[in-house]
């Protein structure tokens, strides 16, 4: 196995927190492959990108020699929400859940390396507990422990109520680790607090505490709220590759870099050298393309992600538009023209002010990309395709003054 | 079956609380044997008078013809306390339990009709709960509600630690109503709040819910604290007969009601005509032994308690204490010579406050009754003994001065 510092860089690269790094140092250092274990719902497995930052921290680890378990909670799934206030947490059947973890497997392998990655289910230990089991394990955690957790805090102090089997959730999560024997857990940073459950089970049962590896919730294509399906923010692992690869090309430069950090394998010293290379004069759309091929590769193939850059380059780029689309030749100070002059002239907006507001909803792309500052400048001698919306569309040429 | 009313009259004396009563009514108003549960911890199987306060309302439930379960928590019991920091919770095995329970069923069918009641065991059905039925349990209660019991709530507040386990306890007690389908449910008033919990889930569960009825705590032979064996102030339902005999005879008059009362299963009009008579100037202690002969022939025979009150007699009224156990006269004031003077010139005590403060720690005896009044005065003309302790013992003669 590599060297510990080696490891660690790999390993710390974009986590959110370690608890705590000198243990898993001191884990790593006996040179065996650590167990590594991290949690899913069964009632959610449409992938998008959010999801995938876990992942390919599991990947990491696969990499790097570790074995990984990919755990299903079915056994809370099977049961739901009993006292019935909670829609959103259906009761599962069996065959339900098995249909679930086929579709996961589909999709998680994309990132996950089949052959180094074990799918259970923790109904296999947690079905044949009993009610006396349960009542020991319980025993060893505090209701005032329990009440720190964020959410928990927050529902007692607004006298919101809180069932008590959502205490023993948590006290389950932890016996997972337990029963796994799990040297390292991972999760979003909104697990922390179950995370750490397993740790103190662990101790109370006499096991060495996992450590706990937390991994932050990516923003959604917006570069503000987190990624969520919701939010229609999202990218799904699952989504066309033309889809992906636009949606992709569609994010802030600053985001890219974000991505790169947190789903990229590349090595990280490959990413310093790209971003020099950016911060050198490289245009970077052509460091988002590098992102774009990576990713849409992985979910689809390198030639459907090549060929989804052509469809792009040839769509924006290439202006192979509707063939009649007429190109707008517009006058231009030698510093260029300002993105809601652009607009207003070459009719796609009433007034500067109504272009503005366009670029504020992100409803402006130049060439593909989403434009969101509304100082943005355009320079004398380009030609592009600027488009508003899905249907408001034109192709301009900047003629120097 | 007797009528309502009637029925009422007999299960509401001495109750602490019926919740609720007219709730009571209507099953009563039935006419159907109604399925009465008491619990009882399985590790304290020695019983006293206290633990017969519920036992004897138990009793009334059967003579009116209900059918009564006397319940042994042996799960809970057989799990003790799995934190390990709760020592009085030791964890019992099977045979344990069933030793217990023997011992147990020979006291408490002292009080209870055997033909009428049934022996059961929680473990019968919680024995057979796993873990996600436990879960689905914990559902139907909230933690802001258990946060309400009241050593919960102090703990909580002083940052003492409760834990989780501790929560789901109330849960299965109240479970064991819903397996029994259970009407009615007795116990101490310190016992309210897991009784209506039971209440709680029944209604979830689809059940009409248990009356609860709570019982008082009864004070111990000293009149003020519960009756407790670390308090030394309590009699046991294994006691010797005169032991048993002497130790009520000991109790005060205002204790005698309260025993009445709570223990004798005397009918209450029989009770309110003791009480007009002994206010028309019958003896106290004729009524004293009457409550004796009754719970004394209870706990041992109708001889026994005969042959305790001839002994209690002869030995404290007629003098056969030791045979040369001389008679101190003392002279005596018109209106009686209070009792710290007593003891100070029988040579009981080296002082009168000596003597008082014996008196206030209720080492003090006259013809066997526990004078704990510093202001007692003995009349004029009247002989009787004396003990301090149980060594210091004199004959007294007040002769008038």
Redesign the interface.
């Known amino acids: 196995m590599r060297p510990t510092t080696e490891q660690l860089e790999i390993l710390q690269r974009g986590a959110s927190e370690i608890l705590k790094l000198d243990e898993l140092e001191k884990k790593l250092d006996r040179g065996k492959p650590l167990h590594v274990k991290a949690g899913f719902d069964p009632t959610a497995p449409d992938l998008h990108l959010g999801h995938t930052v876990l992942l390919t921290k599991m990947r990491q680890f696969q990499e790097l020699g570790h074995r990984v378990t990919f755990l299903i909670g079915d056994?809370t799934g099977?049961?739901g929400?009993?006292?019935g206030k909670n829609a959103t947490r259906p009761t599962l059947t069996r065959e339900e859940v098995q249909a679930n973890a086929e579709t996961y497997a589909q999709q998680v392998f994309k990132v996950l390396d089949r052959e180094r990655t074990q799918i259970d289910f923790n109904s296999r230990w947690?079905?044949d507990?009993?009610?006396?089991?349960?009542?020991?394990?319980?025993?060893?955690?505090?209701?005032?422990r329990?009440?720190e957790r964020d959410d928990?805090k927050k529902r007692?102090a607004d006298?919101r109520?809180?069932?008590?089997?959502?205490?023993?959730?948590p006290?389950?999560q932890g016996y997972d680790s337990v029963a796994m024997k799990a040297d390292v857990e991972l999760g979003g940073t909104d697990q922390k607090f179950n995370l750490l459950v397993g740790r103190t089970l662990q101790q109370a049962l006499g096991q060495e505490p996992q450590i706990v590896l937390t991994t932050p919730l990516l923003e959604g294509t917006d570069g503000v709220q987190k990624m969520s399906k919701s939010l229609d923010n999202y990218i799904g692992i699952a989504e066309p590759a033309e889809e992906m690869f636009g949606k992709l090309m569609s994010i802030s430069d600053e985001l890219m870099w974000r991505y790169f950090e947190l789903l990229s394998l590349r090595p990280t010293a490959e990413l310093a050298a790209l971003k020099d290379a950016v911060a050198d004069g490289m245009n970077p759309r052509d460091a988002k393309f590098e992102l774009c091929l990576e990713l849409v590769g992985r979910y689809h193939s390198k030639d459907a992600a090549a060929a989804a850059q052509s469809a792009f380059q040839s769509r924006f780029a290439q202006g192979q538009l509707p063939e009649d689309l007429p190109t707008t030749a517009l006058s231009c100070p030698a510093d260029g023209l300002a993105i809601g002059h652009i607009i207003k002239q070459a009719g796609l907006a009433g007034s500067t002010s109504e272009a503005l507001r366009l670029v504020d909803q992100g409803a402006v792309r130049v060439d593909g990309e989403r434009i969101s500052d509304r100082q943005r400048r355009l320079p004398a001698g380009s030609e592009f395709v600027v488009q508003v919306g899905k249907r408001r569309v034109a192709r301009v040429a900047l003629a120097a003054e």
Chains 1, 2 share one sequence.
């Open positions: 056994f099977m049961i929400d009993p006292s947690m079905g507990m009993d009610a006396a089991g349960l009542i020991r394990l319980a025993s060893q955690y505090t209701v005032a329990m009440l928990f007692y006298e109520p809180i069932a008590i089997h959502e205490f023993l959730y006290i389950v």
